[in-house]
């Protein structure tokens, strides 16, 4: 007997589809617990100068973030080269915000512009 490809050993997918609704919520629960837990940091402006790794990791300091995931309200190709070789620094799009993420930092730093683009997002 020949073998059909359902016969064969193939890994189990585990996803499911989480409704608009519910993502929402789940947005909005998990933006208001960074707000009550204090793990929100809200500026208005975050840029590097010059793509330079350094310069990012000494305005973190600054604003004393260890790990941190950066919300931007558009792309920064300047951002996003300087945080790229640091450890547990993400810097992120509103457009890709995710619970996943926002779980996995211990803070969340985001622009003004941002909050107000999630705001309207979440509405």
């Known amino acids: 007997p020949t073998r059909r490809s359902s016969d064969l050993a193939r890994p189990r997918n585990y996803e499911q589809k989480v409704n608009r609704k519910m993502y929402r919520a789940g947005m909005r629960s998990m933006?208001?617990?960074l707000v009550r837990t204090d793990r929100l940091v809200v500026t208005t402006e975050f840029s590097v100068a010059q793509p330079?790794?350094?310069?990012l990791v000494d305005q973190l300091k600054a604003l004393s973030l260890g790990n941190v995931l950066i919300?931007?309200?558009?792309?920064?190709?300047?951002?996003m080269l300087a945080a790229r070789n640091v450890p547990n620094?993400?810097?992120?799009?509103?457009?890709?915000?995710?619970?996943?993420a926002l779980a996995a930092h211990d803070k969340v730093l985001m622009t003004v512009g941002a909050v107000k683009m999630?705001?309207?997002?979440l509405q």
């Open 31 to 33: 933006l208001g617990q």
């Open 52 to 55: 330079r790794t350094k310069l």
């Open 71 to 79: 919300v931007i309200e558009a792309q920064d190709d300047k951002l």
């Open 89 to 100: 620094v993400d810097v992120i799009t509103v457009a890709g915000i995710n619970p996943v």
């Open 118 to 121: 999630i705001e309207e997002r």
